[in-house]
């Protein structure tokens, strides 16, 4: 009866994982983008104004909204609660996560204990291993 060799790996014994919430959940950023774009800021439209907005990049250059309305004043709060429903809806889906109260010393003390488990069970393992070999080393298996 011949031994096998084998190595222990450390297994993914977790719960099951929640499905992933869509990226369009979290995608306020072109929504706020686009929302401040329409917002003029051209000198030729507020004579007050003696500040030209320039992109900072060649990349922020290329986007336009070319087809948009520019946002009237009386519009704004309805448009930013639009944004803010949306933001809303974000925080309540985070919160449905599974452990999302627990604080981060907790899962890093969580994973501290499960590191010490599997240290523990691999040297049970190895152990485990040294007595049947020299169980078939002496003959008796």
């Not at 099951?16 to 003029?40: G, K, N, V, Y």
């Not at 051209?42 to 336009?64: F, K, R, V, W």
Request: hydrophobic share 35%; no cysteine; net charge negative.
């Amino acid at each position: 009866m011949a031994i096998t060799s084998f190595t222990t790996t450390s297994a993914s014994f977790s719960a099951p994982q929640p499905p992933l919430l869509p990226t369009q959940t979290f995608d306020i950023l072109p929504a706020l983008h686009e929302l401040l774009s329409r917002i003029d800021h051209s000198p030729a439209t507020d004579p007050t104004s003696s500040l030209t907005l320039l992109p900072s990049t060649p990349a922020e250059a290329e986007i336009t909204y070319t087809d948009l309305r520019p946002l009237e004043p009386k519009d704004l709060p309805r448009e930013v609660g639009e944004i803010k429903a949306k933001i809303r809806k974000a925080l309540r889906e985070i919160e449905k996560l599974p452990d999302i109260e627990r604080t981060v010393d907790e899962q890093e003390d969580e994973i501290a204990e499960l590191e010490a488990r599997i240290g523990r069970q691999k040297a049970e393992l190895r152990r485990l291993g040294d007595v049947g070999r020299e169980l078939m080393e002496r003959g008796g298996g």
